[in-house]
């Protein structure tokens, strides 16, 4: 996805300033394809970075989002998770254990544009049951 380049220049190539919490975040995200939650990412790496806050990772998040570097999901009821992914693809979420699966696609889904001229920025497609696992009774 991005392996070519390292993630200070993937960050100035969205307009972020990379600084070390920054850095960090977008790292996470990018090795975690969990697709975490703000409180996740913070738990996380508070060990690694002391003087890191919980605002920090959620402006860091909000920024990322608003820049196209990550992308919010607000497919699971217990909160908003994120993923570093920002490529063509959709979700499905699990009610059964709570797992948020990457779903994707041979080619682009071509969803139809809503009426009333309005300008569309985003769409996103999400899915919800239960995934493999939890219908063949795994734990794992």
Same mark, same amino acid.
């Given at each position: @996805? &991005? *392996?070519? $380049?390292?993630?200070?220049? +993937?960050?100035?190539?969205?307009?972020?300033?990379?600084?070390?919490?920054?850095?960090?975040? @977008?790292?996470?995200?990018?090795?975690?394809?969990?697709?975490?939650?703000?409180?996740?990412?913070?738990?996380? +790496?508070?060990?690694?970075?002391?003087?890191?806050?919980?605002?920090?990772?959620?402006?860091? +998040? *909000?920024?990322? $989002?608003?820049? /196209?570097?990550?992308?919010?999901?607000?497919?699971?009821?217990?909160?908003?998770?994120?993923?570093?992914?920002? *490529?063509?693809?959709?979700?499905?979420?699990?009610?059964?254990?709570?797992?948020?699966?990457?779903?994707?696609?041979?080619? *682009?889904?071509?969803?139809?544009?809503?009426?009333?001229?309005?300008?569309?920025?985003?769409?996103?497609?999400? &899915?919800? /049951?239960?995934?493999?696992?939890?219908?063949? /009774?795994?734990?794992?």
């Amino acid at each position: @996805m &991005y *392996s070519s $380049v390292n993630t200070g220049e +993937l960050l100035r190539q969205y307009g972020i300033r990379p600084s070390v919490q920054r850095v960090a975040v @977008m790292d996470y995200l990018l090795a975690h394809r969990t697709h975490p939650t703000a409180e996740e990412i913070y738990e996380a +790496l508070a060990p690694q970075i002391p003087t890191l806050s919980k605002t920090t990772v959620y402006n860091t +998040l *909000s920024l990322l $989002v608003e820049r /196209g570097a990550a992308a919010y999901i607000a497919i699971d009821p217990r909160g908003a998770r994120f993923d570093g992914d920002t *490529s063509v693809h959709g979700h499905f979420f699990c009610t059964e254990c709570g797992a948020l699966h990457d779903v994707f696609f041979e080619q *682009s889904p071509l969803l139809p544009e809503p009426e009333g001229g309005h300008a569309v920025a985003c769409a996103q497609i999400y &899915y919800r /049951g239960i995934c493999a696992d939890c219908r063949n /009774g795994r734990d794992d």
